[in-house]
């Protein structure tokens, strides 16, 4: 009976990660609509089209009392979506299920607590295929902060 017990929390913990395995982050000293252009134009000169920007931070601050929220979680957030046809059709190729990756995604953060910094990021990609997606995230970012 112990070993079962032992065995589920085992996979329970397993299957819980943080924040800070999950994703690849950099935290600069920049304004964030700054950092927002430079992202911009970092995506477009891929020759990359964005699909979508996502205001979380917008909406939750929107919604709050609405669903019994208490706190401001951000004070800007928001989630660029884009996709490359090429390296999109190279993943799915590989591996079908690598749609459930698609578009591809960086955020773009500033907090109460650290209103003087922004924070940039992209979800780590699985070993294999999808590392080249990574690659271009991290290209996109670099030069995002860069500019």
């Known amino acids: 009976m112990k070993t079962f017990f032992l065995a589920i929390a085992l996979a329970i913990g397993a299957t819980l990660a ?3 395995e999950t994703a690849v ?4 000293d920049q304004d964030y ?15 990359l089209l964005i699909d979508a920007v996502n205001h979380v931070g917008a909406m939750l601050e929107r919604t709050k009392e609405d669903v019994g ?6 004070l800007k957030a ?7 046809a090429t390296l999109s059709r190279k993943v799915m190729e590989a591996d079908p299920m690598n749609l459930q990756f698609c578009p591809y995604g960086i955020f773009v953060m500033q ?4 209103p003087e910094q922004t ?10 295929p999808m590392k080249e997606v990574e690659a271009l995230l991290e290209k996109i970012v670099q030069g995002a ?3």
Do not use: H, K
């Open 18 to 20: 943080t924040a800070e």
């Open 25 to 28: 982050t950099y935290t600069v």
């Open 33 to 47: 609509d700054d950092v927002i252009f430079s992202l911009e134009s970092a995506i477009t000169d891929e020759g």
């Open 69 to 74: 929220g208490t706190q401001t979680v951000f």
């Open 78 to 84: 928001e989630v660029f979506s884009f996709c490359s």
């Open 111 to 114: 907090t109460p607590e650290n």
């Open 119 to 128: 924070t940039i990021g992209y979800r780590i990609m699985p070993e294999g």
């Open 145 to 147: 902060i860069e500019m």
